[in-house]
């Protein structure tokens, strides 16, 4: 899996968006982009992938480079629950590929 | 729908203890996995099953077994617990060889206590 790299922390203000950033410059062709986040003491949850184009849910948004050598997560309207920590992941989808995570981002969402 | 679930949620050994952390998954998925996560860190990969009847080491797999006892179950097991192995593991699993998979599915987790 390709390395990605993330800022170890940020900050956001409630209600306004948080934009995570990822780097992840040596990502193969067929490797997707994804995203997770970690409450405190929780399994890890799945938010959203992509793998060029733009992804939208209900939970947030993925916005890739075209070059596909970074991306950024958006939490359009963050709420205090959203505090976590968010892991980019890049991984092809075969059989035997596992998630290896890194450090992530500290996202603290501020009253 | 359950998705993972993982038995027991706490549990606390003896050096040189053996015991076993079961994992079922509800969601039909083919593939399986057993991180565990210590303190202030990343998830690190110990073993996954691809598929039901085969397995393969991950990261850090010393000192650990497991089993892909069917589609539903996999199941880690310490031999003789050591303190090193005080952490909490989560399992994992997802539809592999999909183009539109819509990621991993963790457990809540067991945090194991080695004494």
């Known amino acids: 899996d390709a390395k990605t790299t993330q800022p170890p922390s940020m900050d956001c203000a409630e209600g306004r968006a948080a934009n995570l950033p990822c780097n992840h410059s040596?990502?193969?062709?067929?490797?997707?982009v994804y995203w997770y986040r970690q409450i405190h003491s929780q399994g890890p949850q799945y938010i959203i992938h992509g793998l060029k184009n733009n992804e939208t849910n209900e939970m947030a948004s993925l916005i890739i480079t075209e070059d596909r050598k970074s991306s950024t997560l958006i939490l359009p309207h963050a709420t205090l629950r959203d505090t976590a920590v968010y892991y980019c992941i890049v991984r092809a989808n075969n059989a035997g590929n596992m998630l290896t995570f890194g450090g992530g981002t500290r996202l603290m969402v501020k009253p | 729908n359950a998705g993972v679930t993982q038995t027991p949620k706490f549990q606390v050994l003896k050096t040189g203890q053996s015991m076993t952390l079961q994992c079922a998954q509800d969601m039909n998925h083919n593939s399986m996995y057993w991180y565990r996560q210590d303190p202030g860190m990343g998830l690190r990969l110990i073993y996954y099953s691809a598929s039901e009847g085969t397995t393969d080491k991950g990261e850090v797999p010393n000192g650990y077994n497991v089993s892909r006892l069917n589609k539903r179950e996999f199941s880690l097991r310490l031999e003789s617990a050591a303190p090193s192995q005080t952490s909490v593991y989560f399992c994992?699993?997802?539809?592999?060889?999909?183009?539109?998979?819509?990621?991993?599915?963790f457990g809540s987790g067991t945090r194991l206590t080695v004494v």
């Open positions: 994992a699993s997802i539809f592999t060889n999909r183009a539109n998979n819509y990621g991993y599915t």
């Open positions: 040596t990502i193969s062709g067929n490797e997707y």
